[in-house]
């Protein structure tokens, strides 16, 4: 079973910055795309940046410029830099993996999440 941690986490103010960290149990190499989601109290889960086994990256609308997403695959993890944050991005952020089995079976696997709190 696969495991995903989220650390970093943590109370911020506005304009602040923070970076959150996915340690896997596996090697990251196995997951054709990784990524960040978020989730805000009384809304839906929303994708916030995602890298995918080549490199590449997309961020949604709300954060592009803003934040970063990068693999490390030396330690198995993916890092997300979070600059000038805003009141909202309060959210919970989960750690996400995407595998495609070798049957074209898609795995998905969550981490526990980290609450980001951005209030003065």
């Known amino acids: 079973q696969v495991q995903l941690v989220e650390s970093g986490g943590g109370l911020v103010q506005p304009g602040e910055s923070l970076t959150l960290t996915c340690a896997t149990s596996r090697s990251i190499s196995n997951f054709n795309v990784m990524g960040w989601y978020r989730q805000a109290p009384g809304k839906e889960r929303e994708s916030v940046a995602r890298v995918t086994h080549g490199g590449r990256t997309s961020y949604a609308d709300s954060v592009r410029g803003r934040f970063a997403i990068s693999r490390d695959n030396a330690e198995n993890t993916i890092i997300l830099r979070m600059n000038s944050l805003k009141p909202w991005d309060t959210a919970l952020y989960y750690c996400?993996?995407?595998?495609?089995?070798?049957?074209?079976?898609?795995?998905?696997?969550w981490g526990p999440g980290t609450p980001v709190p951005v209030s003065p």
């Open positions: 996400h993996a995407l595998e495609v089995g070798s049957s074209g079976k898609l795995n998905d696997y």
